[in-house]
Structures are given as structure tokens and as C-alpha cells.
């Protein structure tokens, strides 16, 4: 038989991060391709003891049936900690558990956007909301991610000849792939901007808890008076990955629709795990463990700059992330990233190619994107010397 | 601030079944409106010592991201016990596991249907699925039920009709609501309708395994030669609700675009319980745990179809299941069934009004729904009997 899809899902191919899945398998590949935070950054001890507990007294509940808008403790402890760490939301606002980061930033999609209209989105950004919205038939638009930020002048550019644009997509937080922090001052730009637009913004701060040097910026959704940012979250760096537990918080009517869009989408998110993390959150130190998250991240990133300053060509730029689990890698230019690609694969090493992260996919890469939570500290020297040999 | 929401989730309303879940908080309420599955059809003792050993020997990987498609051994399995149980998959088939069966059906509406595009269904059908299409924009064309599944000859003229059909979406087995069963003539008559029209049906078999009496039926999936069904499954009746694991089995280059759908939309489902399924599927008996799920509906629906023959007046039409969990109540001519619903509600029983599960939610329902699965045999007597003291 021929099957007949969808225009909307026909364009999306498979990520390349799905072939890197694959690559993962093999033992012998050292691995700055994934996105993984490192099997440490989860509190496998306290797991134990809190999944025995719920199972114990409460495994009716935790195996049935339950909210689409979560479990109602842990959303009101996300709230008070978004609160107390963030300054994050307001009477106005509302929260539902949803499964993972990454749903959160779909349903926002599904609720806020007809086919054809305009998300405007950093260029490079992350592969699963791009594609997220390539699934709704949504028109990308890219505004290049400089050091700081997304470039100020081709965003108003953006806002003031795009048609039909319902929302800023955007990571100001030790961005994916790029590893970068929007400045105060872009981030107040882009504020001012939604508002003279009339805009909402999508918030996706997957990282924020994961800041091991310089200080904390203010999120965009702290800075929201008018109810005009939508803020995705996540508990999969610091808790658990693999259970899929994140959360959108965002104005009370924006909720409301996105509840009515998880319910048809999957009904509600894992109740057990949410009841174990209401548990963790109440009875362990979620910010002690945090910081020894944060340890083991800033030295692994050290010691892969090191690496770079000590293996790598001179001119090459790189980004230097305060936080999050990424790193950019731009060679000098004219380098063909994906012949680049291919000959560390062959070697063994694993890397993205910049072109996953761009929003006209077909255009040609000018970077690389290198992980360094997932490997050890003697993977992380051993692979970066190799991609030094193959760059030279 | 005003919010402008997407054309295709504005008119979905959120379900009926949300509201029942407020009315079982209250504890004092005597529910047959919800669909959950008795507390005892899931093996606590078992998953209590599974997730112990898991946690012990496989922490690192059931608390990590993972694959889109699903655990490996878990989809082996799945597909291994399909071809067993229910004579289902062929070589042109795939498996992936879904956050539950909805999410199978809401995936399935998304790679196959564009805006605008048709979906046959029965009427009345599940509210999870008809939401699910509404917010895709999907044209939903209702073909009546009868006690032995669809009407025949409104489904061949909806296929006449009706433009730019994709999918006959149906559950064949122990329907929600109305707990019938197809009959093994109309199955084949839906099968040769649809390779006659050329479309694509999508099977819905939730409740595959709880059959409590008579004889199993074989599954329109596995009348399939072409490539033409798709097939949803789900744990949720089995093994647990609240884990949401469930399955799509169908057409390689379906599945394959089903996974990219699903990697945009959750990455992948929670992985622990994949792997504790997996677990239980391959050191547990997973079939004489069913057994006692069935002798216990077995007495529960017989307790009901009782109670409703002693209390009820006996000009209602009732129909009985042969499994599942459900049961349809069809009071005399010209009952006001809302009316009815807010008399029983007030009185503290919950049932669901049959609007809620009609193609055209406006016109006046006929029926209700009782649910048998969760109220225990006393509360089915005392239920049913203030049923009857409202309905005289």
C-alpha cells in the first residue's frame, strides 16, 4: 500500500540526534554529541528509598489514573520554588506538570499557532522545538544568537515584516547548542520589543539550575507584567531524565488551553514519578544536591576548554558557557563542518553538526556543538585531542 | 492581556470525564462515571519488587533519556505477545510504545490527517479519541452503533460521501461507551468497506484482554493482509494506568512517521516503567494475572446487570458487556438525560451523560454510561438502587 501523510509531519525528518542514540550504543565512541545530563546529576540513593516509600503507603494512587494538570502538591512546590528562585510568576499566572520540557513547548505550539503563522526563533536553537513547530506547519523564523544574544536589530527587523507572528521562541539561558547567556540588557530589549509587537514569548530555561560560574540574570518571565510570557521547564537535568517531568508555567488562560491539549495528547504525565518527586522536593535537599551538580559540570567543562586551548587550532572560536551542558565550536572559516563530522565519526568521535540547530537546514554549517556532562574527564581530553589531529 | 488560540483547540471543550475526577475527590459520591480500572488489576506486589530491582541493578538507565521508539526487549515482547494472544503483526509492521493508548490515537490523527480532513467514527465513541481529532480541525462523521457494532450502510455512505477520508476510527471490542462488541460479520463488512474506499482504519483495543465472557473475536488488525489497519494498544487495564505505557502496532512507514511525531512531542515515554514492564512481562505471568481482573469484573458487571434488573424500571434498554467496563443505560423515549444526570449527581451518584460521547456534542442524549470497574458490589447495589428511586 501507499500511505498518504500529513503536510505538516511530511517535511520533519528524523533529528540528528536521534542517530546519535545509535552512536551511544557503541562503547567504544566517546560521545560529545548527546544531550544527557550525567547519570550523577540523578539522586539514584534517594530514589530507592522514596520509590520503596510510595509504593508502600500510597501505590493505588501513584498506579491509577490521575490529573491532566498534575499532581496537585508538586505543582503547588514547583510554584513556591520558581517563586523563591526566580521570582517567577504571579496571581496570573497557572502551572501544569507536563511530560517532559519538550511537551510543554509543543501543546504552547498547538494552542497558540494556526498552520502558516510565524514563531520567531534564535539561530541556532534547539532541534526538538524546531521541529516541534516544523509539526505544526509553522512558518521558522531565525534571528542570529550573537554572544550575548539574539541580534537585537533583525529581531525588531522580524517583528516589523513578518506576518502573523504568535510567539518569540527562545533559550536565554545557557542556550542549546550555542552554550550562551542572553545578556540583562538583551533581555530587557526583548521584552520591550513583545510588547511594542504584541507578541507573547516562549521561555525554555531547561538549564537553569545548572549555573556553575558568574551570577544568576533575571528570567524574561520574571520580568513579565502583562501575562505575555509562556516559561517551560524541566526536572529532567536535575532529578531524572528518563522519567519525563517538566512543566509550563504561563497566564491562567493559556494554561486552561493547554491543559484541554495534554488531555487529548496523553492524558496526564507519569503519576508515580510525580509523586516521588513531591516527596524529594518535601523531604530531601534538592539545592545541596544541585550543587554537586554544579561542581561536576564546571569542572568537566573546564577541563574540555582546556582541552580545546591546548589541542585545538588557534583560531578557533569557542563559546565558554557559565552554566548548562554545552559548548560551540566555531573553526576558522571555510572549514567544511560536515566532511569535519563524518571524519571524527570515523574516528570514533562523536559531534553535531551545526546544521541540525539552524533553522534553514540547508544552508552550511559553520560550527559544531560538543556536550560535556556525558563524558568522563579522561574521555573528555582523549576526544578532544583526536578532533584537534583530524582539524589540523 | 487578550490571548488568541489557535483555530483547531479553540472549540474543543474540555471533557466531561475532567469533571468526574473533581466528583471523586468526594468520597461520599458513588461513582460509575469514570473509566479508571480497578485498584486491584494492578500487580503492586510485583512492581514493588521489580522497582526495587531496578533501582538496585539498572538505576543509571531507567532514570535516563532514552530511545523514541521504546525499550527494545519491551517492544520484542509486546510484539511477540500481539502475535500470540491476538494473531496481530506481520512482517510489514512496527511497534512503538506511546504514553498510553491516547497518545497513540492523538499521533495517529497527526501524521495522517491534514486540516479539514475526514474521520469516520463510530457514534457514540470514546471522548479521548473525538477530542483528540477536534484538535487536529478534523471533520468527524458519525456512523450510528448498533448492539452488533456499526450500521453498515451508514458507514458505506459516509465512504460514498464524505471527502477525504483517512481513517475509520473504531473500537471493535467491548466499545466506550456502550460496552458492545462487533460481530465477526460487520468486522469483516468495515474491512472489505475500507479496502473497497481505500482507507485506513485505526483499531482501538484498550480493553482487548478483559474479556469476562463469551468468546474472543478476531481483532480487525489481524484480518489485515494489506497494511490497512492500525492498531492501539495500552497496559493502562492490566498493569497500571497512572504509568501511561501503551503501544501502536502498524505499517512500517506509519510507525515511522508516528516516531517522529512522538520525539517532537515527548522525546520518548517514561523509561523505568518500560523496563519494570519488560521486567514483570518476562519473569511474572502476566496471563493468570488477567484471569483475576476478569473474574473480578465478571462479578462486578454481573452485580450491576443485577442490580439494574431488580431497581431500574423495566422499560430501559441495557446493554451486555462481555468484558471491558463499561455498560449503556438507554432509558424510555423522551427522558431527559441531563436532567436526569444533575438529579442522580445531586443525589451523590456520578454517571456520564451520553453527550459526552456524541460525534454531534448539541443534540439531546438518549443514554448514560455506568462504569462497573471501580465502585465495589456494595456501592453497585446502593448506586444502581438510587438510579432507580430517581429514574420513577
Known sequence: ??????????????????????????????SFAGGNPAEESFPIEDIKR??????????????????????????????ARLKEKFSIGSEQDELIITSGGQ??????????CNEGDTVICENPSFIGALNAFRAYNLNLVGVDLENDGMNIEQLENALKTEKNVR?????????????????????RAIMELARRYNVLILEDNPYADIRFSGHDLPTLKSM?????VIYAGTFSKI?????????????????????????????????????????????????????????????????????????????????????????????????????????????????VTGKAFQIDENSPA????????????????????IIGEVMK
Open 1 to 30: 500500500m501507499e500511505y498518504n501523510f500529513s503536510d505538516k509531519i511530511n517535511p520533519v525528518k528524523p533529528s540528528a540526534i536521534r542517530e546519535i542514540f545509535k552512536v551511544l550504543q557503541d562503547k567504544s565512541v566517546i
Open 50 to 79: 522514596l520509590s520503596a516509600e510510595l509504593l508502600e503507603k500510597s501505590a493505588g494512587q501513584a498506579l491509577q489514573y490521575s490529573q491532566t494538570e498534575g499532581y496537585p502538591l508538586l505543582r503547588e512546590q514547583v510554584k
Open 103 to 112: 511537551q510543554a513547548i509543543d501543546l504552547t505550539a498547538k494552542v497558540l
Open 167 to 187: 510567539f518569540i521562541y527562545v533559550i536565554p539561558t545557557f542556550q542549546n547548542p550555542m552554550g550562551i547567556t542572553t545578556s540583562l540588557e538583551k533581555r
Open 224 to 228: 513579565d507584567t502583562e501575562g505575555r
Open 239 to 351: 532529578f531524572s531524565a528518563g522519567m519525563r517531568v517538566g512543566f509550563c508555567l504561563a497566564p491562567k488562560e493559556v494554561i486552561a488551553k493547554i491543559v484541554v491539549a495534554k488531555q487529548v495528547n496523553d492524558v496526564h504525565t507519569n503519576i508515580f514519578f510525580q509523586m516521588l518527586l513531591s516527596n524529594y522536593l518535601s523531604s530531601c535537599d534538592l539545592d545541596s544536591h544541585i550543587l554537586t551538580i554544579r561542581a561536576l559540570y564546571a569542572k568537566k567543562s573546564s577541563a574540555m576548554l582546556e582541552a580545546i586551548s591546548k589541542y585545538l587550532p588557534g583560531d578557533i572560536e569557542v563559546t565558554r558557557p557559565e552554566g548548562g551542558l554545552f559548548l560551540w565550536v566555531t573553526p576558522r572559516e571555510g572549514t567544511d563542518i560536515d566532511a569535519l563530522v563524518k571524519e571524527l565519526a570515523a574516528r570514533k568521535v562523536a559531534v
Open 366 to 385: 559553520k560550527s559544531f556543538r560538543l556536550n560535556y556532562s556525558m563524558p568522563t574527564l579522561e574521555k573528555i581530553e582523549e576526544g578532544v585531542k
